[in-house]
């Protein structure tokens, strides 16, 4: 037998420097290499089909380098965190159709094009503040995510096992086939924006959204009845993205591209790393810095301009178009002041990130009924402050990254048909962060389009 860790580095001896990252501090992992299920289970995920293909993952970096030129918008969302038990078409659904009105809000109301991608179809790993989780007196593995672990507070569901890295593989692999069969089969044909906003309740932001989508029909039937038809109004590009922070996973599902001899990892199209990853000289910096994929980092309010510079000459070294993406995260109160100083080095280096906004994860509180949730408010204001800071500096505020859900849960305070705490008891779901529901993500694509209005 070979040792844990020894076998099939699928690649490896064609791309040297791909397995360097197993002998750096590897941060944020489960404790499960000796588990008697780790080799088969890596085998099997390496022997498996890649999830996404290199030649799409090549097309949303081209896609990216025109967001980076200030030409589209990109705009990200899903859970927090992906349950395997919620993989239904009813969730999934919900979700694009949510994206997708997100999308047609941005490209009609702000006349740009739009980047759609899903934090969905491999979101499953989460870093915890503590390796271990103590309830009355018992301590126990914290919950790492549903590819890792369960969340139930029980020894067995606690230990972390290796096999359900292969669910994490095929619940990925049922969630991109229903996404490709909806945005390539005629669900995200323009005709049918009206459909998208049904089984949704009446609110402002509804009406604002059938106004809109109203609008949206008239000219495309005008088009049609002029004569003007296009596969582009029927279709729509949807990518995949996630944070890669299991590297077992993202390593076992790496695969060499025929055409060009270089390494993509195939888990997703585009892969994050997160604040608590991103250390310079750490394994998940170098790994991904080795694949071809667009890559994301996130940046949260004690970034230096210095460690920006660096992880730009990390991951981007050839000052590739589309390649790096930086997730700003500062919070509502901080992101004025915190961010110019990052961006102004970063532009004044001369280097050219897509630039994004994550409005949710700097602004985490606790409610009063011990919740984790967000104000609403907070997430505007610090849309708000991404687009001055930028204004200011002369950048592209290029995107956005919301942790969303198409269903009707209350998670986030606030909003135009205001959540508040005592909505939590029956309907917080999420196990880890609160998300954005179906009416605040559309209020909030009409906060980005008017905002996006004012930088063309
Ligand atoms: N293909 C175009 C695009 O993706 C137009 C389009 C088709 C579209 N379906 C859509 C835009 C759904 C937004 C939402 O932008
Ligand atoms: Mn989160």
């Known amino acids: ?46 022997d498996n089909p890649p999830l996404v293909f290199a030649g799409e993952v090549d097309r949303l970096k081209r896609r990216l380098a025109a967001v980076a030129q200030g030409e589209a918008f990109l705009l990200q969302g899903g859970d927090c965190a992906e349950v395997f038990d919620e993989i239904t078409a009813d969730r999934i659904s919900g979700k694009i159709k949510t994206i997708l009105q997100m999308a047609v809000v941005l490209t009609y109301g702000a006349s740009v094009p739009v980047v759609k991608m899903g934090r969905m179809a491999g979101q499953y790993a989460k870093p915890r503040s503590s390796d271990e989780e103590t309830r009355d007196g018992v301590t126990l593995p914290s919950f790492r995510g549903d590819i890792v672990n ?7 569901a606690r230990i972390p096992d290796p096999k359900r890295m292969l669910t994490g593989y095929n619940k990925s692999a049922a969630t991109l086939n229903l996404i490709r069969a909806f945005t390539e089969g005629g669900f995200a044909d323009l005709r049918a924006v009206q459909q998208w906003n049904k089984g949704f309740m009446d609110n402002p932001a509804h009406a604002q959204y059938q106004q809109l989508a109203g609008e949206v029909e008239r000219a495309v039937k005008f088009m049609h009845a002029a004569g003007v038809s296009s596969d582009s109004l029927k279709r729509t590009e949807f990518y995949v993205g996630h944070e890669g922070l299991l590297l077992d996973y993202e390593r076992a599902l790496t695969r060499i591209d025929s055409r060009t001899g270089a390494p993509y990892v195939t888990s997703g199209h585009f892969i994050w790393i997160g604040e608590r990853t991103r250390e310079l000289d750490g394994a998940h910096v170098d790994y991904l810095s080795r694949v071809r994929n667009p890559i994301g980092i996130k940046l949260g309010p004690s970034t230096t301009p210095e460690t920006a510079l ?51 994860h700097g602004n985490n509180i606790n409610s009063a009924n011990g919740y984790k949730t967000r104000r609403f408010d907070d997430i505007m204001d610090e849309v708000r402050g991404f687009f001055e800071v930028h204004k200011a500096a002369g950048t592209y505020p290029g995107g956005v990254h919301v942790e969303m859900t198409g269903d009707d849960v209350a998670e986030c305070i606030g909003g135009s048909d205001p959540i508040d705490e005592s909505a939590f008891d029956d309907r917080y779901e999420s196990l880890v962060d609160p998300r954005l529901n179906h009416k605040q993500s559309l209020e909030l694509a009409f906060l980005l389009a008017e905002s996006l209005k004012g930088v063309k």
């Open 310 to 360: 660096q992880l730009i000459d990390k991951i981007d070294p050839e000052r590739e178009p589309g390649r790096l993406t930086f997730i700003t995260r500062f919070g509502a109160s901080k992101i004025r002041d915190g961010l110019p100083p990052v961006v102004e080095a970063v532009r004044d280096a001369g280097h050219q990130p897509v630039w994004v906004t994550d409005p949710m």
């Open 1 to 46: 037998m070979t040792a844990p860790g020894e076998i099939l580095h699928t690649g490896a001896a064609e791309y040297p420097g791909l397995d360097t990252w197993r002998s750096l501090t590897l941060a944020q992992q489960p404790d499960w290499r000796s588990h008697e299920d780790f080799d088969a289970a890596y085998q099997q995920l390496s």
């Open 150 to 156: 369960q969340y139930e507070f029980t020894e067995e």
